[in-house]
């Protein structure tokens, strides 16, 4: 029966004459029969022979035609196209079934580039309960639920985009099933309802064919799905219930199942309750199998809301949905001593020390005029910091490995990246300074207007804290620029006191020039990464090492012991000239201003 | 003086009823009634609705209620009843009594009755435009509830189509109005009201009977204009229901193609034409408008999720336990919705901060705490998802699943070999059903890897013996599992029985035939049979499959090498840059990108910058070169730690594992270079693996090999020096610092750098080729034959590369 329908279609088609093809395609929405027949004879692998090429060969002409209908005929047959594909490879009959491969490889094409070639992609924004929505306004939230989004804010979501594909391979074949999956539940609503049946039946036999199977005996039956009767009955003499050894399994990947899974959801609420459910149970099972955590976080997801769904069960029909009244005992049980989230309120914690670490990173990107005191802020702690840094430096001054210098091309890839190297940078400080500290830093952009408050208070505080090395300063500092700007001043003076700290600590180390060599070209290229933002601060520091050129030890020693503070103190002379906007800093500059250093050292 | 009064009294009555206190309305109606006789009717009117009320709010009109309800109600109706009659209409009241009457009779399931009254009532043709009072606003919400209810109750038996048409509009428009009026009156509560079960099932009832009448576009308009009503404390639990359903409705029936998306409130609001009765609606400026399903459905998510999360209970006693456990399936289900919605789109960073929320109020619910840790090992935050399976696992200890993803990150992640092993162990003791097998090659593998690492001879014969034991079991378990196959093979081959090998990896590639790293050992293992050319085309025939498999393109190269020369061999590598360029390179730049949503600095343990990255070895696309072994691994991270805080090295930025297979890349053309005899070319090689990581010991020792090729062994000693300095495990450099002092004339020297080499790696011939010619020069020629037979005999069986470079398979 069902070959003489499929017959009298393909016949049908061959004999159209060109402007017939829309009622032609008009027809296939609503022809049940049709379907049927073309699913009862794929799934029977013995007409096969006969049958699978004119098929596959016309649902490709379908699918190639510009009619919509057509099109959507084609999609319903692809999870059992998809599995004829897979199964026939892992049974190593391929050859068997080329039309299938083509099939899928031209569906595949047709669907990732649109007309012009390029290649399609789907994609959404993200939304945030920040922003005000037609369904809410972000007043009546907990502050908690607006912050907690912001990271994803209004985030384009893609789907993975897809190249071309000129052959399929063990390599991108999920892939490319992956993606016929997704051109499928894009149309989901539209396809014939009686092909989610099959989808279900044939997910099934992708997700658990040669497995034994636990807890139940392999389907005999769907239970009381309409499609049930007809079509278990056509299909029984290919799946037949005998687990041997010679079913292979068939691999498949996570995406390809997350797909699959969005497609078993649809169906369990469009009339297939029982096929679906008993379909996630096979792909959960192989998820746990597999160790896949993508496919088990859904399929727990879709198994726990089938077990306590508070509006319905897929079974009731209506999708499941069904009214779920408050529960009475609620309202009379709730009383004063019980606590839910919304007891709590949200209190701003303290904004105490941290931020002021903090604020390196954002008053220092914004406002260079307080950057200054972000900097010597930033310093307070050195002391401490250049004493575990000596301690390594011994360490490390004994290994019996000696790496040599990087070549030159590998710094000047270093400044690609400028703000992230900075990023890092101001993490690693944040992280070495302030570890118990250390706080959420999207919160803390938000407060910069207190922080700046917080800042010049703090600054004043230092000031005083600064006037006992001032005077050393003067000192050491012998031909300082008396030019540069107070702010500036002020830096260098911070700086120098580390300097002073660093080299009365480190007095063991000044005997390994070596090390201090190695030292000083790290320092080197990790400056090189956070100069260029900070081309103010670094007009006030060049400024500053044409004075201390004269005492040696200290540049290098400084530069490395205020690691975090790179972006200020490092001896590189050659910046002066370029200092505005050298993202293309030369090595070869870096080379003189590392002699410069090593002259100064011995 | 009465009459004033009684118009005091009056206020206060109405007061009462605004704020549902019906007991004290009763004890004032009565008062009334005692005081002025003329206000007869109002009092009978408001005893009644008290009585009705107060009745209703114990016992809420559902189907079980209705019989109790006809004996219960009876006073309430007789009152009610009397008020129908002239007097009622005369004192303005007889509206009210008959919409109430007709709450009153879809209380009792009379509803037949209760449509009488409503037509008596002559409800709909009450203007829209005067504005009402509260009390007025809830009697004609619940009026419009009701008979929508009654009438979908009705089942219209034998009526004509056109007839049933017709009820279903009346129907659903009783809905709607019941709807618009029931918000408008939850609006003008302050507090926390309770809408009263007839209006809430009306207004979740409204959506659902346009999906029972398979209108779905009219369903979901439903469920969006309610929701787009402002939302006060009274409305907040109806809305958590309404998101979620309207999302599932999203979910569950409608795909891209089907979709329209909503419009702006402010335009419905205008459209309207200024009705009263309609609720108020959102209309901020610059809203958000989803304008495909998958943002309107994330965004219902989102804010049912801060609705469920809000009324969330924390109190563990168990006087609250049901409402905590009520609270709980409210947020879950919005959870799982989530999980569904998200998952598929790679969002899983998203889930992942909604379990970490709710871990507050999960405490000791297995559920919440197993999403928890799997969102963790989908977003590769590996130590942390260790963490939460150990809890989780505690909660659901018949879960054997979790107890496997641990061991699989140890193994794969962590380099905990010994804990992973426990993992297994532990799943094979707890086993339930399916999951015998895996355990047991989970297991091997654990006893596989701590074989390769330990130096010990007893020890490590030990555990590859106990490594069979437990492949062989999970094979006979499960005789249609490859991987068990594989590892089988894997092990026989590490153990240099190489037929055995060759029969176990046959079976495995006749149950996959693609799988990359079975094709893999079985190339190594045909170089190992002396059939280099099978091999040469087992690669080739894999690397059709998998073109961008960078393992098996090395192996090519070294095949190449052996066999066809460097010409080849070279090609082969340009190859492979190639394909680094345009797989890795993205990954070199795009640090502030996609790649940091999955190594979130924020939750690094060590804030290096150098991260740990032992899944070096295995990786999801399964494409990193030579791991050496886990130990190496844990070596190299501890040198590229050492190397970011030491030197003149500053790490790359992006991921180190691109670099880290760029590194190897150059250690292999240096390699290639060197043996078409072009230094100059091969020390430019090294120097640019030495940019990458100085550190390497791989680099190093490529190092050495190059000043060997020149001759300067002093050098090359000084260079194998710091390669094994930096792996002692590495039997190459141990081998080659053995013939540096051998050659450099410091034999002894050489013998126990020679003898250490094989105790790691007792079957490479090379390593005994070496110890035999350093035997000879210190005249042990028994010891120097003995040395050089065993070379000749392991010769054969060696691979072109070490079984062990092989990374680790899981899928």
């Given at each position: 029966?069902?070959e003489?329908?499929?017959?009298?279609?393909?016949?049908?088609?061959?004999?159209?004459?060109?402007?017939?093809?829309?009622?032609?395609?008009?027809?296939?929405?609503?022809?049940?029969?049709?379907?049927?027949?073309?699913?009862?004879?794929?799934?029977?692998?013995?007409?096969?022979?006969?049958?699978?090429?004119?098929?596959?060969?016309?649902?490709?002409?379908?699918?190639?035609?510009?009619?919509?209908e057509?099109?959507?005929?084609?999609?319903?047959?692809?999870?059992?196209?998809?599995?004829?594909?897979?199964?026939?490879i892992?049974?190593?009959?391929?050859?068997?079934?080329?039309?299938?491969?083509?099939l899928?490889?031209?569906?595949?094409?047709?669907?990732?580039?649109?007309?012009?070639?390029l290649?399609?992609?789907?994609?959404?924004?993200?939304?945030?309960?920040?922003?005000?929505?037609?369904?809410?306004?972000?007043?009546?939230?907990?502050?908690?639920?607006?912050?907690?989004?912001?990271e994803?804010?209004?985030?384009?979501?893609?789907?993975?985009?897809l190249?071309q594909?000129?052959?399929?391979?063990?390599?991108?074949?999920?892939?490319?099933?992956s993606?016929?999956?997704?051109?499928?539940?894009?149309?989901?609503?539209?396809?014939?309802?009686?092909?989610?049946?099959?989808?279900?039946?044939?997910?099934?036999?992708?997700?658990?064919?040669?497995?034994?199977?636990?807890?139940?005996?392999?389907?005999?039956?769907?239970?009381?799905?309409?499609?049930?009767?007809?079509?278990?009955?056509?299909?029984?003499?290919t799946?037949?219930?005998?687990?041997?050894?010679?079913?292979?399994?068939?691999?498949?990947?996570?995406?390809?199942?997350?797909e699959?899974?969005n497609?078993?959801y649809?169906?369990?609420?469009?009339?297939?309750?029982?096929?679906g459910?008993?379909?996630?149970?096979d792909?959960?099972?192989?998820?746990?199998?597999?160790?896949?955590?993508?496919?088990?976080?859904?399929?727990?997801?879709?198994?726990?809301?089938?077990?306590?769904?508070?509006?319905?069960?897929?079974?009731?029909?209506?999708?499941?949905?069904?009214?779920?009244?408050?529960?009475s005992?609620?309202?009379?049980?709730v009383s004063k001593?019980?606590?839910?989230?919304a007891s709590?309120?949200?209190?701003?914690?303290?904004?105490?020390?941290?931020?002021?670490?903090?604020?390196?990173?954002s008053?220092?990107?914004?406002?260079p005029?307080?950057?200054?005191?972000?900097?010597q802020?930033?310093?307070?702690?050195?002391?401490?910091?250049?004493?575990?840094?000596?301690?390594?430096?011994?360490?490390?001054?004994?290994?019996?490995?000696?790496?040599?210098?990087?070549?030159?091309?590998?710094?000047?890839?270093?400044?690609?990246?400028?703000?992230?190297?900075?990023?890092?940078?101001?993490?690693?400080?944040?992280?070495?300074?302030?570890?118990?500290?250390?706080?959420?830093?999207?919160?803390?952009?938000?407060?910069?207007?207190?922080?700046?408050?917080?800042?010049?208070?703090?600054?004043?505080?230092?000031?005083?804290?600064?006037?006992?090395?001032k005077?050393n300063?003067?000192?050491?500092?012998?031909?300082?620029?008396?030019?540069?700007?107070?702010?500036?001043?002020?830096?260098?003076?911070?700086?120098?006191?580390?300097?002073?700290?660093?080299?009365?600590?480190?007095?063991?180390?000044?005997?390994?020039?070596?090390?201090?060599?190695?030292?000083?070209?790290?320092?080197?290229?990790?400056g090189?990464?956070?100069?260029?933002?900070?081309?103010?601060?670094?007009d006030?520091?060049?400024?500053?090492?044409?004075?201390?050129?004269?005492?040696?030890?200290?540049?290098?020693f400084?530069?490395?012991?205020?690691?975090?503070?790179?972006?200020?103190?490092?001896?590189?002379?050659?910046?002066s000239?370029?200092?505005?906007?050298?993202?293309?800093?030369?090595?070869?500059?870096?080379?003189?201003?590392?002699g410069?250093?090593?002259v100064s050292?011995? | 003086?009465?009459k004033?009064?009684?118009?005091?009294?009056?206020?206060?009555?109405?007061?009462?009823?605004s704020?549902?206190k019906?007991?004290?309305?009763?004890?004032?109606?009565?008062?009334?009634?005692a005081?002025?006789?003329n206000?007869?009717?109002?009092?009978?009117?408001?005893i009644?609705?008290?009585?009705?009320?107060?009745?209703l709010?114990?016992?809420?009109?559902?189907e079980?209620?209705?019989g109790?309800?006809?004996i219960?109600?009876?006073?309430?109706?007789?009152?009610?009843?009397?008020?129908?009659?002239?007097?009622?209409?005369?004192?303005?009241?007889?509206?009210?009594?008959?919409?109430?009457?007709?709450?009153?009779y879809?209380?009792?399931?009379?509803f037949?009755?209760?449509?009488?009254?409503f037509?008596?009532?002559?409800i709909?043709s009450?203007?829209?435009e005067?504005?009402?009072?509260?009390?007025?606003?809830?009697?004609?919400?619940?009026?419009?509830?009701a008979?929508?209810?009654?009438?979908?109750?009705?089942?219209?038996?034998g009526?004509?189509?056109?007839?049933?048409?017709?009820m279903e509009?009346?129907?659903?428009?009783?809905?709607?109005?019941?709807?618009?009026?029931?918000?408008?009156?939850?609006?003008?509560?302050e507090?926390?009201a309770?809408?009263?079960?007839?209006?809430?099932?009306?207004?979740?009832?409204?959506?659902?009977?346009?999906?029972?009448?398979?209108?779905?576009?009219?369903?979901?308009?439903r469920?969006?204009?309610?929701?787009?009503?402002?939302?006060?404390?009274a409305?907040?639990?109806?809305?958590?229901?309404?998101?979620?359903?309207?999302?599932?409705?999203?979910?569950?029936?409608?795909?891209?193609?089907?979709?329209?998306?909503?419009?702006n409130n402010?335009?419905?609001n205008?459209s309207?034409a200024?009705k009263?009765?309609m609720?108020?609606?959102?209309?901020?400026?610059?809203?958000?408008i989803p304008?495909?399903?998958?943002?309107?459905?994330?965004?219902?998510?989102l804010?049912?999720?801060?609705?469920?999360?809000?009324?969330?209970?924390?109190?563990?006693s168990?006087?609250?336990?049901?409402?905590?456990?009520?609270?709980?399936?409210?947020?879950?289900?919005?959870?799982?919705?989530?999980?569904?919605?998200?998952?598929?789109?790679g969002q899983?960073?998203?889930?992942?901060?909604s379990?970490?929320?709710?871990?507050?109020?999960s405490?000791?619910?297995?559920?919440?705490?197993?999403?928890?840790?799997?969102?963790?090992?989908s977003?590769?935050?590996?130590?942390?998802?260790?963490?939460?399976?150990?809890?989780?696992?505690?909660?659901?200890?018949?879960?054997?699943?979790?107890?496997?993803?641990?061991?699989k990150?140890?193994?794969?992640?962590?380099?905990?070999?010994r804990?992973g092993?426990?993992?297994s162990?532990?799943?094979?003791?707890?086993?339930t059903?399916?999951?015998?097998?895996?355990?047991?090659?989970?297991?091997?593998?654990?006893?596989?890897?701590?074989?390769?690492?330990?130096?010990?001879?007893?020890?490590?014969?030990?555990?590859?013996?106990?490594?069979?034991?437990?492949?062989e079991?999970?094979?006979?378990?499960?005789?249609?599992?490859?991987?068990?196959?594989?590892?089988?093979?894997?092990?026989?081959?590490?153990?240099y029985?190489?037929t055995?090998a060759?029969?176990?990896?046959?079976?495995?590639?006749?149950?996959?035939?693609e799988?990359?790293?079975?094709?893999?050992?079985?190339?190594?293992?045909?170089?190992?049979?002396?059939?280099?050319n099978?091999?040469?085309?087992?690669?080739?025939?894999?690397?059709?499959?998998?073109?961008d498999?960078?393992?098996?393109?090395h192996?090519?190269?070294?095949?190449?090498l052996?066999?066809?020369?460097?010409?080849?061999?070279?090609?082969?590598?340009?190859?492979m840059?190639?394909?680094?360029k345009?797989?890795?390179e993205?990954?070199?730049q795009?640090?502030?990108?996609?790649?940091?949503?999955?190594?979130?600095?924020?939750?690094?343990?060590?804030?290096?910058?150098?991260?740990?990255?032992?899944?070096?070895?295995?990786?999801?696309d399964?494409n990193?070169i030579?791991?050496?072994?886990?130990?190496?691994?844990?070596?190299?991270h501890?040198?590229?730690?050492?190397?970011?805080?030491?030197?003149?090295?500053?790490?790359r930025p992006g991921?180190?594992?691109?670099?880290?297979?760029?590194?190897?890349?150059?250690?292999?053309?240096?390699?290639i270079?060197?043996?078409?005899?072009?230094?100059n070319?091969?020390?430019?090689?090294?120097?640019?693996?030495?940019?990458?990581?100085?550190?390497?010991?791989?680099?190093?020792?490529?190092?050495?090999?190059?000043?060997?090729?020149?001759?300067?062994?002093?050098?090359?000693?000084?260079?194998?020096?710091?390669?094994?300095?930096?792996?002692?495990?590495?039997?190459?450099?141990?081998?080659?610092?053995?013939?540096?002092?051998?050659?450099?004339?410091?034999p002894?020297?050489?013998?126990?750098?020679?003898?250490?080499?094989?105790?790691?790696?007792?079957?490479?011939?090379?390593?005994?080729?070496?110890?035999?010619?350093?035997?000879?020069?210190l005249?042990?020629?028994?010891?120097?034959?003995?040395?050089?037979?065993t070379?000749?005999?392991?010769?054969?069986?060696?691979?072109?590369?070490?079984?062990?470079?092989?990374?680790?398979?899981?899928?």
């Amino acid at each position: 029966m069902a070959e003489s329908i499929v017959s009298d279609w393909i016949n049908d088609f061959n004999g159209l004459e060109p402007q017939q093809l829309r009622s032609f395609a008009a027809l296939h929405n609503e022809n049940h029969e049709l379907s049927q027949a073309i699913h009862t004879i794929l799934n029977d692998k013995s007409k096969h022979q006969e049958y699978l090429h004119p098929i596959c060969n016309q649902l490709y002409n379908f699918y190639r035609s510009n009619e919509n209908e057509l099109k959507c005929f084609t999609l319903q047959f692809f999870p059992n196209l998809i599995y004829l594909y897979l199964n026939s490879i892992a049974c190593s009959e391929k050859h068997n079934y080329r039309c299938v491969e083509t099939l899928i490889l031209c569906a595949y094409n047709i669907e990732v580039c649109n007309e012009n070639g390029l290649l399609k992609s789907v994609s959404y924004r993200m939304p945030v309960l920040a922003q005000a929505s037609i369904y809410h306004e972000e007043k009546n939230l907990h502050a908690s639920d607006l912050k907690r989004w912001e990271e994803h804010s209004n985030k384009e979501v893609s789907w993975r985009s897809l190249h071309q594909v000129y052959k399929i391979t063990a390599q991108n074949r999920l892939a490319v099933m992956s993606a016929l999956m997704f051109i499928f539940n894009q149309q989901l609503s539209l396809i014939q309802k009686s092909a989610l049946y099959h989808l279900c039946k044939n997910s099934s036999k992708l997700a658990a064919q040669g497995f034994i199977k636990y807890g139940h005996s392999y389907r005999s039956s769907y239970g009381n799905d309409p499609m049930n009767t007809s079509i278990s009955s056509a299909s029984s003499t290919t799946s037949a219930p005998n687990i041997n050894k010679m079913t292979p399994r068939i691999p498949l990947s996570q995406q390809f199942l997350l797909e699959v899974l969005n497609a078993i959801y649809f169906a369990m609420f469009n009339e297939f309750a029982s096929a679906g459910i008993q379909t996630v149970d096979d792909i959960h099972n192989r998820a746990c199998y597999e160790l896949y955590s993508d496919v088990i976080l859904v399929t727990t997801a879709i198994k726990n809301s089938l077990q306590t769904n508070p509006s319905g069960q897929p079974s009731d029909g209506l999708m499941g949905i069904s009214v779920a009244l408050t529960p009475s005992t609620n309202v009379v049980t709730v009383s004063k001593s019980m606590i839910t989230n919304a007891s709590f309120r949200t209190k701003k914690l303290p904004d105490d020390i941290p931020i002021q670490i903090d604020s390196n990173t954002s008053v220092n990107q914004s406002n260079p005029s307080a950057q200054s005191q972000a900097q010597q802020l930033g310093s307070i702690n050195e002391e401490q910091e250049s004493d575990t840094n000596s301690a390594k430096l011994q360490q490390q001054s004994s290994t019996t490995i000696v790496p040599t210098q990087k070549s030159s091309k590998e710094a000047s890839k270093g400044h690609k990246t400028v703000v992230s190297g900075l990023k890092k940078l101001i993490d690693r400080d944040k992280d070495s300074k302030d570890k118990d500290k250390d706080k959420d830093d999207e919160g803390k952009k938000k407060e910069k207007e207190k922080v700046e408050k917080e800042l010049s208070k703090a600054a004043s505080a230092i000031k005083s804290g600064l006037n006992d090395t001032k005077e050393n300063m003067k000192k050491l500092m012998g031909k300082d620029k008396q030019n540069s700007k107070a702010s500036l001043q002020q830096q260098t003076q911070s700086n120098h006191h580390d300097e002073h700290q660093a080299s009365a600590n480190n007095g063991d180390i000044k005997s390994s020039p070596l090390v201090l060599m190695k030292r000083s070209s790290d320092v080197l290229s990790d400056g090189l990464a956070t100069e260029v933002s900070f081309t103010n601060a670094v007009d006030g520091v060049i400024s500053n090492n044409n004075g201390t050129g004269t005492h040696g030890i200290m540049s290098p020693f400084d530069s490395f012991n205020s690691d975090s503070e790179s972006e200020v103190d490092h001896p590189h002379q050659q910046l002066s000239t370029s200092s505005s906007a050298s993202v293309n800093i030369m090595m070869d500059s870096n080379a003189k201003s590392l002699g410069n250093v090593q002259v100064s050292q011995v | 003086m009465a009459k004033v009064r009684a118009g005091k009294l009056e206020n206060t009555i109405e007061q009462c009823r605004s704020e549902g206190k019906w007991q004290k309305s009763i004890e004032l109606a009565e008062e009334l009634k005692a005081s002025s006789p003329n206000h007869e009717a109002l009092s009978n009117f408001l005893i009644g609705e008290g009585k009705l009320e107060s009745y209703l709010e114990e016992n809420p009109p559902v189907e079980t209620n209705f019989g109790k309800a006809r004996i219960g109600l009876a006073d309430a109706k007789r009152m009610l009843i009397s008020v129908c009659g002239e007097d009622g209409r005369k004192a303005g009241l007889a509206l009210d009594s008959h919409l109430l009457l007709a709450k009153l009779y879809y209380a009792c399931g009379e509803f037949e009755d209760s449509l009488e009254h409503f037509k008596l009532s002559d409800i709909d043709s009450l203007k829209q435009e005067i504005t009402l009072s509260a009390r007025t606003l809830r009697i004609l919400a619940e009026s419009y509830a009701a008979k929508g209810l009654c009438i979908e109750a009705k089942t219209p038996k034998g009526t004509s189509k056109f007839k049933t048409a017709e009820m279903e509009t009346e129907m659903i428009n009783c809905f709607e109005r019941a709807a618009d009026i029931g918000l408008l009156y939850l609006q003008s509560q302050e507090g926390p009201a309770n809408m009263g079960a007839i209006l809430e099932t009306a207004l979740q009832r409204s959506p659902i009977v346009l999906i029972k009448l398979d209108r779905l576009q009219a369903a979901i308009d439903r469920y969006r204009s309610m929701l787009s009503a402002v939302e006060t404390k009274a409305t907040q639990s109806l809305r958590l229901t309404l998101a979620r359903q309207l999302a599932e409705v999203l979910l569950r029936g409608v795909s891209g193609t089907l979709y329209t998306p909503p419009l702006n409130n402010s335009r419905m609001n205008t459209s309207g034409a200024k009705k009263l009765w309609m609720p108020r609606r959102y209309t901020t400026r610059n809203q958000f408008i989803p304008k495909n399903q998958h943002e309107e459905t994330l965004l219902l998510l989102l804010i049912a999720e801060a609705l469920a999360n809000r009324d969330a209970v924390l109190s563990q006693s168990p006087e609250f336990r049901i409402a905590r456990l009520h609270a709980l399936g409210n947020v879950t289900a919005v959870y799982d919705l989530l999980t569904l919605a998200t998952v598929r789109w790679g969002q899983i960073s998203f889930l992942h901060d909604s379990f970490e929320k709710a871990l507050k109020f999960s405490f000791n619910e297995p559920h919440i705490w197993k999403q928890y840790a799997l969102s963790l090992i989908s977003l590769s935050r590996y130590q942390h998802a260790l963490n939460a399976l150990k809890d989780s696992s505690k909660l659901s200890p018949c879960d054997t699943v979790q107890l496997l993803m641990s061991a699989k990150i140890c193994y794969e992640q962590l380099g905990l070999i010994r804990e992973g092993l426990q993992f297994s162990y532990e799943a094979l003791r707890k086993e339930t059903k399916g999951m015998r097998s895996r355990a047991n090659l989970f297991i091997g593998i654990g006893l596989q890897q701590l074989a390769i690492t330990t130096t010990l001879k007893s020890e490590r014969d030990l555990f590859s013996r106990q490594a069979i034991e437990a492949f062989e079991k999970a094979v006979q378990i499960d005789q249609n599992d490859y991987l068990s196959e594989y590892y089988l093979a894997l092990q026989h081959a590490i153990n240099y029985n190489i037929t055995e090998a060759l029969v176990h990896i046959k079976t495995a590639l006749m149950l996959r035939a693609e799988h990359s790293q079975s094709l893999h050992l079985f190339a190594l293992l045909l170089t190992a049979n002396h059939r280099p050319n099978e091999a040469m085309r087992i690669i080739e025939d894999a690397l059709d499959e998998f073109p961008d498999n960078i393992n098996l393109m090395h192996v090519r190269a070294h095949l190449e090498l052996h066999m066809k020369g460097s010409e080849q061999a070279l090609n082969t590598l340009q190859k492979m840059i190639g394909l680094w360029k345009d797989l890795y390179e993205s990954q070199t730049q795009a640090i502030s990108g996609s790649l940091n949503e999955f190594h979130d600095d924020r939750h690094s343990e060590t804030k290096s910058v150098v991260q740990y990255q032992p899944s070096l070895i295995s990786d999801k696309d399964s494409n990193s070169i030579h791991p050496a072994s886990l130990a190496a691994s844990r070596v190299d991270h501890a040198l590229s730690e050492a190397a970011s805080s030491l030197s003149s090295f500053t790490p790359r930025p992006g991921s180190p594992k691109a670099w880290s297979i760029q590194l190897k890349i150059w250690v292999l053309l240096a390699d290639i270079y060197l043996s078409s005899e072009l230094p100059n070319e091969a020390e430019n090689c090294i120097q640019e693996a030495m940019s990458i990581n100085p550190l390497s010991h791989h680099v190093m020792y490529m190092k050495g090999k190059a000043n060997v090729y020149l001759n300067q062994w002093q050098e090359a000693k000084q260079c194998f020096l710091n390669a094994v300095s930096a792996n002692p495990l590495f039997p190459e450099a141990l081998r080659a610092l053995g013939e540096a002092h051998y050659y450099l004339g410091e034999p002894r020297l050489a013998e126990k750098y020679l003898k250490d080499a094989a105790k790691i790696d007792p079957n490479c011939p090379n390593i005994w080729y070496t110890l035999g010619k350093v035997m000879e020069s210190l005249d042990d020629f028994t010891a120097s034959s003995d040395c050089m037979a065993t070379s000749l005999q392991l010769e054969p069986s060696c691979p072109v590369l070490p079984f062990t470079s092989i990374n680790l398979a899981f899928d």
